[in-house]
């Protein structure tokens, strides 16, 4: 059973900063690419980072790059979104989502291609 319990959503204001967390219950979570998604009120959810398994590299969305960084630590099973610069734009729920590679090295962008979500955390950027 794989469980994914995201954390640190919030209120800020434009310009300022949030980190989440997406704390994952598996075993060999290095084998594991992880990706964060969100979804705003009255749209489709979209991609915003991925990271892979092992190797550890990384994809953005256009509308994050160079804002956002994905990261893992894999003695924390944990994947880490840092957002800087937010926007009011920015505003959804975000939700991470795992997916096992039994290969040495995956990484997807696709939602469909992640098999474990989780619940998602809140974030509200107002300006």
């Known amino acids: 059973q794989v469980q994914l319990v995201e954390s640190g959503g919030g209120l800020v204001q434009a310009g300022g900063s949030l980190r989440l967390s997406c704390a994952v219950s598996?075993?060999?979570?290095?084998?594991?690419?992880i990706a964060w998604f969100r979804q705003a009120p009255g749209k489709e959810r979209e991609f915003v980072a991925a990271?892979?398994?092992?190797?550890?590299?990384?994809y953005y969305g256009d509308s994050v790059k160079d804002r956002f960084t994905i990261y893992r630590d894999n003695t924390k099973d944990t994947v880490y979104l840092q957002m800087n610069s937010l926007k009011p734009e920015d505003t959804a729920d975000y939700y991470c989502a795992a997916r096992y590679c039994s290969g040495a090295y995956c990484v997807y962008r696709g939602q469909s291609n992640y098999d474990y979500w989780g619940q998602g955390t809140q974030v509200t950027v107002s300006s």
């Open positions: 990271i892979s398994s092992s190797a550890g590299g990384t």
């Open positions: 598996v075993r060999a979570f290095s084998r594991y690419a």
